[in-house]
């Protein structure tokens, strides 16, 4: 069974910076690629960012591009997602998800971590 465990959020002010980390098997790292979602308050689920099992392709929804940096380290069996000069409308609880295949839709993702709570104060 698929287990996501994300950690690292909480409270910091604008233009700080956080580093989630999303820690799963080591079957799962190298079977599945990766994505951070995230959901703020009376808002859909959107995309944040996505890695593939190899870590040689990355993507990033337009608004964190530049100020958000996923990684996987497969030694330590976990994935991160390092954000910096961080926003007041970067809060929202974030998700760790893992999917077979290569997109940007949550549908399309298997398995969900239980989020990490991450709030950007101005």
């Known amino acids: 069974q698929v287990q996501l465990v994300e950690s690292g959020g909480g409270l910091v002010q604008a233009g700080g910076s956080l580093r989630l980390s999303c820690e799963t098997s080591k079957e799962t790292l190298r079977s599945y690629n990766m994505g951070w979602f995230r959901q703020a308050p009376g808002k859909e689920r959107e995309f944040v960012a996505r890695?593939?099992?190899?870590?040689?392709?990355?993507a990033y929804t337009y608004s964190v591009k530049g100020r958000f940096t996923i990684s996987r380290d497969n030694a330590k069996n976990t994935v991160y997602l390092q954000m910096n000069s961080l926003k007041p409308e970067d809060t929202a609880i974030y998700y760790c998800?893992?999917?077979?295949?290569?997109?940007?839709?949550?549908?399309?993702?298997?398995?969900w971590g239980q989020g990490t709570q991450v709030t950007v104060s101005s």
């Open positions: 890695i593939n099992w190899s870590g040689a392709a990355t």
């Open positions: 998800a893992a999917t077979t295949n290569w997109g940007s839709l949550s549908g399309n993702y298997d398995y």
